[in-house]
Each structure stands twice: as C-alpha cells, then as structure tokens.
T-cell receptor, first 117, second 109 residues
Framework: DTGVSQNPRHKITKRGQNVTFRCDPI?????LYWYRQTLGQGPEFLTY????????KSRLLSDRFSAERPKGSFSTLEIQRTEQGDSAMYLC???????????????FGPGTRLLVL | KQEVTQIPAALSVPEGENLVLNCSFT??????LQWFRQDPGKGLTSLLL?????REQTSGRLNASLDKSSGRSTLYIAASQPGDSATYLC????????FGAGTRLTVKP
C-alpha cells in the first residue's frame, strides 16, 4: 500500500441525484479525514474518524452530507440530493502511522472531482 | 474561529532564487502547523510538520519556522527549481486542520 486512494476520481451527476465516494487510507493509519476544496481555496475540513468512531461531524456542510467508516478501514462520503454548489474536489487524508514525519502528519489522496449539472 | 492567511497569493521567481512564503493565523493555541504542496488538479503532498513546541523543521532545500506568539510561519525554499512550481498551502490545528488559500509559485527556467 503506497498511499491513500480515492474512487472514483471524477464524477458527473445531475442535480438531485445522490453520490457516494470511497476512500482507502494507508493501511496502518487509524485516523481518516474528509475535506472539500473549491477552486482557488484551501481544503475545508468536513469530518474525521478514529478507527470506526466519527469524532467530529459538526462541520459537515449540511444534513445532506454523511460519512461512514464501518470497519475502521475504508470510508465513504455520501451527498444526497446534490446541488450545483456541491461541485468541488473532495479530498480524503489519513494519519496515525508510526515513523515518517510523525503520527499527526496527514497524507492526502488524489481526490474525487464532483461536477453537478 | 481560526483564520489562516497566506501572502502573497502568487509569486513568480527566476530559477535559483531563494524565496520565502508566509502564513499567518489568528489563534496561537495551535496543536501543530503543516506545510503542503499541491500540483494542479492533484491531492496534497505533505512537506513539513512543526509541532507547537517546535520552532522549525528542515527537509532538504525546505525550512519551515513557527512563531506562535506572533501567529506566523514561514516556508523558506532555497535554490528554487522549475519543479518547485506548485501551490503551497499551510494548515494549522490538529485533527480539524484549517488551511490558508495557498501561494501559487512559478519558478521560471
């Protein structure tokens, strides 16, 4: 396992449809994070998990957004009833391994780019 | 609420020049500060992480400093190369990191 992977890499959907994104973290990492990034801005924190526990979700953008990490491994981010304003890059990161730059260092995946028509 | 600002928003330099990127934050009670690089359309690559108890970190041609009392961090890039062209982002916090908008760096051959 060489890094964080995200699928799909690109998603085009029509307004009102539901979409789900998947993130597979680095295997030994116990923390997993979701961010949203719009053009010209830095990533915006959405939520994170330690193992299967979702420790922060108050910054999810609305109740249309939900995330799961049922077995403490991969995670999914779902957006229900998509709106054009949801168009963005959705990034996943993981941390918690030993060594490297330290356990707090977050390692990011390549992102899923969502376009809502 | 923590606000993170990066200045300048864009920077263009000739190859070989040393340069400094700036990051400021409003709340000095941070857990750590991390610098990232982002290439167009790609995810983020971690460059350096500074714990709140540290003042600087170095990796190769990169040196990052942290002054919590003034709410500032700098990323120093020595002997810049065209391959350094990217957007550089700083982020503060712990698990719920807050990012600046980034500095877009272009290094001209």
């Amino acid at each position: 396992d060489t890094g964080v992977s995200q699928n799909p890499r690109h998603k085009i959907t029509k307004r009102g449809q539901n979409v789900t994104f998947r993130c597979d973290p680095i295997s030994e990492h116990n923390r997993l994070y979701w961010y949203r990034q719009t053009l010209g801005q830095g990533p915006e924190f959405l939520t994170y998990f330690q193992n299967e526990a979702q420790l922060e979700k108050s910054r999810l953008l609305s109740d249309r957004f939900s995330a799961e990490r049922p077995k403490g491994s991969f995670s999914t981010l779902e957006i229900q009833r998509t709106e054009q304003g949801d168009s963005a890059m959705y990034l996943c990161a993981s941390s918690g391994g030993v060594g490297g730059e330290g356990p707090e260092t977050q390692y990011f995946g390549p992102g899923t780019r969502l376009l809502v028509l | 609420k923590q606000e993170v600002t990066q200045i300048p928003a864009a920077l263009s330099v000739p190859e070989g020049e040393n340069l400094v990127l700036n990051c400021s934050f409003t709340d000095s009670a941070i857990y750590n500060l991390q610098w990232f690089r982002q290439d167009p359309g790609k995810g983020l690559t971690s460059l350096l992480l500074i714990q709140s108890s540290q003042r600087e970190q170095t990796s190769g041609r990169l040196n990052a400093s942290l002054d919590k009392s003034s709410g500032r961090s700098t990323l120093y890039i020595a002997a810049s190369q065209p391959g350094d062209s990217a957007t550089y982002l700083c982020a503060v916090g712990g698990d719920d990191m807050r990012f600046g908008a980034g500095t877009r760096l272009t290094v001209k051959p």
